[in-house]
């Protein structure tokens, strides 16, 4: 299946009919659009990461900062972390529809494993990028089959659509990795050093 690396155009008005008339599954009750987060629900800080799965920016910050942050704050019950997606491109959207198809306790991992094989899958003008995609998915128990009716899935590509458009709307995100401190928006891959005193300043204020 072919994918295009073209970089995604949004404009509000050809989202808004979809949403006002989008299936009830897609509103509240699919759950392959439910929240995905690591740690503890009732901690003091919440931090909303947007991310690309083309992004080489989030594939640092989740090679070199992420794991300390799970560990010291995620894991600690300092902080708690959401992601969401902010697909770049056309590629970018497939993966995070493959993401989405996973249960939640394999998203963490699958993301992080495409994250850290960029280079095979987003990269390479020699691979697959779907094929790519299906080896990792593989290994958390999707069969091609299903990668292939996930990305094909238009009912969950435009609500991801959409999650990126509320993105830019609600928190002005315009690159990723963006991350949200409570009412503050930092663009960029944060050191942890930065990152977990921004979670300080979230924690006080």
């Known amino acids: 299946m072919p994918l295009s690396r073209r970089i995604l155009m949004l404009a509000p008005a050809a989202l808004l009919p979809w949403s006002a008339n989008r299936p009830a599954a897609a509103q509240g009750g699919d759950p392959r659009l439910t929240e995905r987060s690591a740690g503890k629900r009732d901690a003091p800080v919440t931090v909303i990461e947007y991310f690309s799965l083309t992004c080489s920016h989030c594939a640092a910050f989740h090679r070199d900062t992420?794991?300390?942050?799970?560990?010291?704050?995620?894991?600690?019950?300092?902080?708690?972390?959401?992601?969401?997606?902010?697909?770049?491109?056309?590629?970018?959207?497939?993966?995070?529809?493959?993401?989405?198809?996973?249960?939640?306790?394999?998203?963490?991992?699958?993301i992080g494993a495409l994250l850290s094989t960029q280079d095979r899958w987003a990269f390479n003008r020699g691979a697959d990028p779907v094929a790519e995609i299906a080896r990792v998915a593989a290994l958390a128990g999707l069969s091609r089959p299903q990668v292939d009716a996930a990305i094909g899935d238009e009912a969950l590509r435009k609500a991801l659509l959409e999650s990126r458009l509320k993105g830019e709307q609600e928190h002005k995100v315009s690159s990723t990795p963006t991350f949200v401190f409570g009412s503050k928006t930092v663009p960029g891959a944060l050191s942890f050093d930065r990152f977990a005193e921004l979670v300080g300043e979230a924690a006080g204020a």
């Open 66 to 110: 992420w794991p300390r942050v799970k560990k010291e704050l995620v894991d600690a019950g300092k902080m708690r972390m959401v992601w969401r997606d902010f697909p770049l491109d056309q590629l970018a959207l497939a993966a995070a529809q493959v993401a989405r198809t996973l249960p939640p306790a394999a998203y963490e991992g699958f």
